[in-house]
């Protein structure tokens, strides 16, 4: 079946420490998006990537970083910038005006 | 820019009862509106979504009618179940395809009791 695959569902990451969640999809969709969701504030974008090899910064992008080297997959790195990284992180592909969400990983920093 | 504001919850009903969740949003041109729902500790589905001004969309026993002159997108079911309890969300995409993002209102919970 085609879908998104978000891994790992849980991480756990020690404060200065940078961390690298997974995102890959197999429905052949050019554009791919992380969202952050806290408690009480909806889902806000992180970044977005519309074609292979660009991206472009969402609403809160400071202390991420993304890559897009393969139409399938969107890896999202929290670097040691981001202050406050605790939360639910949510992948998601598009085409048309269809939105696929990956399943999420939830990063707790200890 | 674009933004989309959700009331207030958390939302409580018990089983049968009428629903009612409203959406407004502010946007250039002419979005398509979308409602997602989550279920504790997953991702977004889609439940259901609009493209043009007075178009419906529906999807189990949900429905939500795209008014542009109200700028708004309420949804709303006849008879709520318990399964029903979940985070919905009201959200638009300023474009299509490849050249869209999503913007989302901030969540409402709903729990419907027995």
């Known amino acids: 079946d085609g879908g998104i695959t978000q891994s790992p569902k849980y991480l756990f990451r020690k404060e200065g420490q940078n961390v690298t969640l997974s995102c890959e999809q197999n429905l052949n969709h050019d554009a791919m998006y992380w969202y952050r969701q806290d408690p009480g504030q909806g889902l806000r974008l992180i ?64 | 820019g674009n933004s ?22 502010t946007a250039t041109g002419y979005p398509s509106l979308f409602w997602y729902v989550q279920y504790p500790g997953e991702g977004l589905q889609l439940l259901l979504k609009a493209t043009k001004a007075d178009d419906k969309g529906s999807n189990k026993g949900f429905e939500a009618t795209y008014r542009k002159e109200t700028t708004s997108f309420h ?27 999503l913007t989302f209102g901030k969540g409402i919970t709903l729990s419907v009791r027995p």
């Open chain 1, 47 to 110: 970044y977005y990537s519309q074609i292979v090899n660009d991206f472009q910064k969402g609403d809160i992008a400071e202390g991420y970083s993304v890559s897009r080297e393969k139409k399938e997959s969107f890896p999202l790195t929290v670097t040691s910038a981001q202050k406050n990284p605790t939360a639910f992180y949510l992948c998601a592909s598009s085409f048309s005006y269809g939105y696929t969400f990956g399943s999420g990983t939830r990063l707790t920093v200890v």
């Open chain 2, 4 to 25: 989309v504001t959700q009331m207030e919850g958390p939302v409580t009903l018990s089983e049968e009862a009428f629903l009612t969740i409203n959406c407004t949003y």
């Open chain 2, 75 to 101: 949804l709303e079911k006849g008879s709520v179940q318990v399964s029903d309890s979940a985070v919905y969300f009201c959200a638009l995409s300023d474009g299509t395809g490849a050249n869209s993002k």
